[in-house]
């Protein structure tokens, strides 16, 4: 073989190692879909897989911001876990259209209810409601039980990623046998009257990717909040945190809030659903926090207009004239930094992440 053609090959390997292992060091996204109010944060692992928990609402509408994402922004042609936290339509109300837009893998969630889960209601229609969600295709179908791991592909280039389910149907993961230390915020704080609808029994994902950690917990409830970090703190600190129940007063117990102690939230609001005083007193309550975003901005008319600075609000202006912006979070592949981006305006900030 001549010298020049011998270079020439070289050079080529050379640059197919360099594209390989740059595709493969490719560190972890998540995008939170503007689904007006409801929940679908879709996540994407260094390995390429996706994770979307939650759906949206009934309709095409979320479905396709949810497709939109996903194929535009991911470049994802499937979902291959579909996490369902409880059985609101805010929350499995898009999987059904969703599933007829691009293939779903396997769904996580407490399975199926064969009435309304919500006690205090009486809903004869929620059959009807839940059998689109019921009968769609998907390739498999996993009641969750906390503790259970994603079955997630690593890439051997990159720190490695898991989803752990620390929360499910009331019951948490269980607490280390050794090396146990009383939460000192138990009691601190007063419980509430027995949550009665399926927010109680969300569930609870965490998310890590080397030192880095997300939480998402659905709309789980204050006293439910409360028991997953008192009297033993049960999944530690985290880094992100994704504002329970949309930032409503049912949700985001300070004890959870200070007791994981996240450097940035990200509240999955609506225009005028969620943004309450005492979610916002609770997220001040935590000094760890440097950053707080929201997917909208809180237009209530009523002037209880909580809002943190516009620049780390993905969407500014009244339902009419949403452009659906959606956030977007990029970790390193090594878990050591990770960057929220604002589509609407560019705004970016970068974090460390902490030691846990």
């Avoid at 019951?171 to 927010?199: C, H, M, Q, W, Y």
């Amino acid at each position: 073989m001549m010298p020049a053609m011998k270079h020439a090959l070289l050079a080529f390997a050379l640059l197919l190692g360099c594209n390989v292992s740059a595709q493969e060091s490719t560190g972890l996204d998540v995008y939170w879909v503007d689904v007006e109010g409801g929940a679908a944060t879709l996540i994407v692992t260094p390995a390429g897989q996706s994770i979307l928990i939650d759906s949206g609402n009934p309709g095409t509408r979320d479905a396709n911001r949810i497709h939109e994402v996903a194929t535009k922004q991911a470049g994802l042609k499937k979902i291959d876990f579909l996490i369902t936290t409880h059985f609101h339509g805010d929350h499995f109300g898009g999987a059904a259209p969703l599933s007829q837009l691009m293939p779903i893998g396997t769904v996580y969630d407490n399975g199926i209810p064969t009435r309304n889960p919500d006690r205090h209601r009486q809903d004869p229609a929620f059959i009807l409601k839940v059998k689109p969600y019921k009968t769609m295709k998907v390739d498999a179908r996993q009641v969750v039980k906390p503790g259970m791991v994603l079955p997630l592909k690593q890439t051997g280039r990159t720190a490695k990623v898991s989803l752990t389910f620390v929360a499910a149907a009331r019951k948490f993961i269980e607490v280390p046998r050794r090396g146990v230390i009383k939460n000192p915020l138990t009691g601190s704080v007063p419980a509430k009257p027995e949550d009665l609808s399926d927010n109680g029994n969300s569930v609870a994902s965490l998310l890590a990717l080397d030192d880095f950690r997300f939480l998402d917990c659905g709309d789980l409830t204050w006293n439910m909040e409360a028991k997953l970090v008192t009297p033993i703190n049960r999944i530690g600190t985290v880094d992100v945190y994704q504002v329970n129940h949309h930032g409503l007063a049912t949700s985001n117990n300070p004890l959870l809030i200070q007791s994981i102690a996240p450097t940035v939230s990200v509240m999955n609001n609506g225009h005028t659903k969620g943004c309450t005083p005492s979610a916002f007193a609770a997220l001040k309550s935590a000094k760890s926090i440097k950053a707080m975003y929201q997917v909208h901005r809180n237009l209530r008319p009523d002037g209880n207009q909580n809002n943190t600075s516009n620049d780390l609000i993905a969407n500014l202006s009244d339902p009419k004239e949403c452009k659906a912006f959606a956030l977007k979070m990029s970790v390193t592949a090594d878990g050591k930094n990770y960057t929220i981006f604002n589509p609407r305006n560019g705004h970016k900030q970068t974090f460390k992440t902490r030691k846990h």
